[in-house]
């Protein structure tokens, strides 16, 4: 999923954009449920800055695994994730010492440089 700033009328709004080939396939049952539910709204009207740590993709590629989750204590260099670009898997390092409080990325999803990845709360 990516989250992009939109300005209008000198109101900033966050919009969340996701592809559909980066989501899990739906069981029949779920695609039933899927299509009779309301669409989900991905603007926000108002949003608080980023109070932690964004770790960004250093790279373009795709994420191949994640290996912590929300709310896991993570020191400087600890291992967050690996990244696939260019064929070479990239390891993703802590850049601080805290709690991970938000991963705004999936296993298997393709991102882009400077996309932010996940937020470290700092201790």
């Known amino acids: 999923m990516k989250k992009y700033l939109v300005k ?8 969340q954009i996701r592809l559909l080939e980066e989501e899990e396939k739906n069981t029949a049952a ?9 669409p989900e709204s991905h ?4 949003t608080a800055p980023v109070s932690g ?3 960004k993709a250093p790279l373009g590629g795709t994420i191949l695994k994640i290996n912590v989750q929300v709310g896991s204590k993570v020191k400087t260099g600890d291992l967050l994730m690996t990244l ?3 064929k070479l898997e990239n390891e993703i390092t802590a850049p601080c010492d805290g709690t991970v ?3 705004l990325i999936t ?4 991102v882009e440089i400077g996309e932010t990845l ?3 709360n700092k201790e």
């Open 8 to 15: 209008v009328d000198d109101e900033e709004f966050v919009v």
């Open 30 to 38: 779920d695609k039933e449920s899927v299509s009779e539910s309301k």
């Open 43 to 46: 603007v926000e009207t108002k």
């Open 53 to 55: 740590e964004e770790v």
């Open 84 to 86: 696939e670009a260019l």
């Open 101 to 103: 409080a938000e991963i």
């Open 107 to 110: 296993e298997g999803a393709t």
């Open 118 to 120: 996940i937020i470290i």
